[in-house]
């Protein structure tokens, strides 16, 4: 039916069929598609019989291009929306192409995918590669906030991972940046260090219980916690106070600690079937 | 036969990703920066080849990093491509569809054009008369500067050009949509915007500015390739980026010949047009 028509299609037009939808009604947030689950190791095998490489590869092709423009501005992508939007009639199998979609990230991009919510299956794309420090060949004016980051995460860091709100900010404000004034470069600083850096995932802001007024708390967010190397922070602050990093023994322990094993996106967990979710 | 790429491949692309397009002096400083930062093997003249390794993994995703040339300085510049796209469409993620349309115009204007430019009033008009929905001149300007932001349009004394990336991604897509309409070099066989023009009314042909500016470097009597009329045009002299201490050997190798001495005026003049 469709798929045999959707066959004849790909065939002809390889080269120029991979995305004739609007992005526009793509990129708002869609609710969680309540009627995608999992399909099993052989329902997956079973599809993957009725179809061509050609039609496998396409659909993986569309994936990747689907996600790099969704992680534009480094908001968590949603599986229900990369089904929606992308794999389609193609879901039985899903977990074939997003096996293959983070293959491709790994070996020909140095990205990884990785589900940070496994419950409600949404993924990251963060960065394998080192970043360099005074990477002044990646030729593009160096993102501002990204300075303003790191100096948010130093700051948690060094005091063991968690701080409160107002001490972010009075360091910050030592630093010309108030959160109650319209920075020229940040624009408003409360909103990018609390909604947009936290939706990024770089940091986690948490509300203290129990506290009148309610007091927030920042944390290190899941990217952070993967893109960021503590080695290199704890090197460039060693660099700022003109000391050996080693001179600070809890956080160079921490830094040095071997990494918690994310999820990523592997042949392992995603021919798993549903009854084991 | 397609190779399993190094972390220095994955970094050049990564650099390519976030800049859309570079020159080839960068070009060749990232090749080495990235070969030397991954300790892998280093020649000088291997750019192609290490580029054509990162291609053969893009090309199943519908990608390419290409070698074009600008149309305003006659330099080489590689660039990452969408291969899949062959419309406005693959720009709709960051444009809204009357922001599309007014593109669409200004490439229009563009491609009509004698002199591969729209200027800003024209573009302005058009903006007025939009089907999908009308842009005022405060959104206008802001849209065009978007536009040269994202590396689509060049800007220059309010005059707008399609970008040589743009060129580089939409050439099938200008093609297709314009067909005997645009404009193609005769030297080198790409569409052309900025170009000259042979005068005899039965030839007509097209060539680059920089492609006038290498072919007919230094005769004394210019005629048009293809019909061997008197070429009535100034030719303009090839442009030489202010060279490096490193980077004039391969200047040279790239544009022409070496001359003697490098040309301190080095921008390409423009033709004066009776």
């Known amino acids: ?277 | 036969m397609s190779r399993p790429l190094g972390e220095s491949h994955k970094r050049f692309l990564q650099t390519m990703m976030v800049n859309g397009i570079i020159d080839g002096a960068k070009a060749r400083a990232l090749h080495r920066h990235c070969c030397e930062t991954h300790g892998a093997h280093y020649a000088h003249d291997k750019l192609d080849e290490f580029i054509e390794v990162i291609n053969a993994q893009l090309q199943p995703m519908f990608m390419q990093i290409r070698k074009g040339m600008s149309e305003e300085d006659g330099l080489q510049y590689h660039a990452l491509v969408n291969m899949a796209e062959t419309d406005v469409t693959r720009m709709s993620t960051d444009y809204a569809d009357n922001e599309l349309e007014l593109f669409r115009k200004t490439m229009d204007l563009i491609v009509d054009s004698d002199n591969g430019t729209a200027s800003s009033t024209d573009i302005l008009n058009c903006a007025d008369s939009l089907q999908t929905k009308k842009l005022k001149k405060r959104e206008t300007e802001h849209v065009l500067n978007r536009l040269v932001q994202d590396k689509w349009l060049n800007e220059k004394n309010g005059d707008y050009s399609l970008s040589t990336r743009c060129i580089m991604e939409m050439e099938q897509y200008i093609r297709m949509l314009y067909q005997d309409q645009v404009k193609v070099c005769h030297i080198c066989h790409n569409v052309a915007l900025q170009c000259q023009m042979c005068e005899n009314p039965t030839c007509g042909i097209k060539i680059h500015t920089p492609c006038v500016a290498r072919y007919f470097k230094g005769r004394t009597d210019p005629r048009c390739p293809a019909c061997e009329d008197f070429w009535p045009h100034e030719i303009p002299d090839v442009y030489r980026p202010p060279s490096s201490q490193s980077e004039t050997q391969s200047a040279a190798k790239e544009n022409t010949a070496p001359t003697p001495t490098p040309r301190s005026t080095a921008q390409t003049r423009r033709t004066r047009r009776s």
């Open chain 1, 1 to 277: 039916m469709s798929q045999r028509k959707r066959a004849s299609n790909t065939q002809s037009s390889q080269n120029k069929g991979v995305r004739s939808q609007r992005w526009e009604a793509v990129l708002g947030d869609d609710e969680d598609d309540p009627s995608f689950t999992q399909p099993s190791t052989s329902q997956v095998q079973k599809g993957l019989d009725r179809l061509t490489p050609a039609q496998v590869d396409l659909k993986t092709a569309e994936v990747v291009q689907f996600i790099f423009v969704k992680d534009q501005k480094k908001f968590p992508i949603r599986r229900a929306d990369i089904v929606k939007h992308v794999v389609k009639e193609y879901r039985n199998i899903y977990p074939e192409i997003i096996k293959r979609v983070g293959c491709v990230f790994e070996t020909v991009f140095g990205l990884k995918l990785v589900e940070i919510d496994s419950k409600n299956h949404v993924y990251i794309l963060i960065n394998k590669l080192e970043q360099l420090e005074g990477e002044s060949l990646n030729m593009s004016p160096s993102n501002p906030k990204t300075g303003l980051l790191f100096v948010i995460l130093s700051i948690v860091f060094m005091k063991g991972g968690v701080v409160k709100e107002s001490m972010v900010w009075n360091t910050l404000k030592k630093l010309r940046v108030d959160q109650g004034e319209r920075h020229e470069i940040f624009g408003d600083v409360k909103k990018v260090v609390t909604d947009e850096f936290v939706r990024q995932r770089y940091l986690e802001y948490v509300r203290i219980p129990h506290t009148e007024p309610l007091e927030f708390e920042f944390r290190w967010g899941q990217r952070a916690d993967m893109e960021v190397s503590k080695v290199k922070l704890l090197e460039f602050i060693g660099q700022l106070h003109e000391q050996d990093p080693q001179s600070w023994t809890q956080q160079y322990r921490e830094a040095t600690a071997p990494p918690a094993a994310p999820a990523v996106v592997t042949s392992a967990n995603t021919s798993a079937s549903v009854s084991q979710r």
